[in-house]
């Protein structure tokens, strides 16, 4: 995983991703950028209404929140847990998804052939709604050989307090896993697993 905060890339990092299975890089994208992200988010909900209303099967690509306490923003607009396709709905995504300072630390890091396997907007505000659960990506999403990388962008600040990524340093070699649900009610055990030490677990702000 890699999550967004150097935009040099080093061997270093290179041997810190490979060592711990995560990478921080900061500042990739502009608050400029960011800000675009953010209003394009704000056009994405209206689309979600739109589909929605229209009875539209693209309307599945748009997940609402299970655990929100009510259905819909005091806009009207629908309480989304994720979008998924993004690059089919926005151009924004779409071209962000393609953004060469991010291209060349992926690149860096498993080499020049790449494939976009997956677009996806996490919404979920903060002490509202669901957890999300711990999980290996690939687990879900199995490919040969194992390579995939997932790059996560927080659009806001994301700390400690109102939930930031956590991840176990060198979990990515235990194998792939079976984790179970990633969708939790707010305190709910992260996991059903009882051999994961959840006290590994460290923040990555």
């Known amino acids: 995983m890699i999550t967004w905060r150097t935009t040099m890339h080093t061997e270093a990092q290179k041997t810190l991703f490979e060592e711990q299975g995560y990478l921080v890089v900061e500042k990739i994208l502009s608050d400029e950028a960011l800000t675009v992200c953010r209003e394009e988010i704000e056009r ?12 539209d099967p693209a309307f599945g690509c748009f997940q609402r929140e299970p ?4 259905a819909n923003r005091d806009d009207g607009l629908p309480v989304l847990r994720k979008i998924e396709n993004t690059r089919t709905f926005s151009e ?21 052939d790449l494939l976009l396997f997956r677009s996806t ?22 490919m040969e050989p194992p390579t995939l990388v997932t790059v996560s962008i927080a659009l806001n600040d994301a700390t400690p307090e109102n939930g930031c990524f956590k991840v176990i340093p060198g979990s990515h070699k235990w194998g792939m896993q079976e984790w179970g649900l990633i ?16 006290a590994e677990q460290i923040d990555v702000p």
């Open 183 to 198: 969708a939790r009610e707010q305190g709910a055990d992260l996991t059903d697993r009882k051999d994961v030490d959840q």
């Open 92 to 112: 924004v995504f779409r071209q962000l998804a393609a953004n060469p300072s991010l291209m060349s630390v992926i690149q860096g890091l498993i080499g020049p």
């Open 44 to 55: 994405l909900h209206q689309v979600a209404a739109d589909l929605e209303a229209k009875g």
């Open 121 to 142: 907007l996490m919404l979920k505000p903060a002490f509202h709604g669901s957890s999300h659960g711990l999980h290996q990506d690939s687990a879900y999403w199995p």
């Open 67 to 70: 655990f929100a306490d009510q």
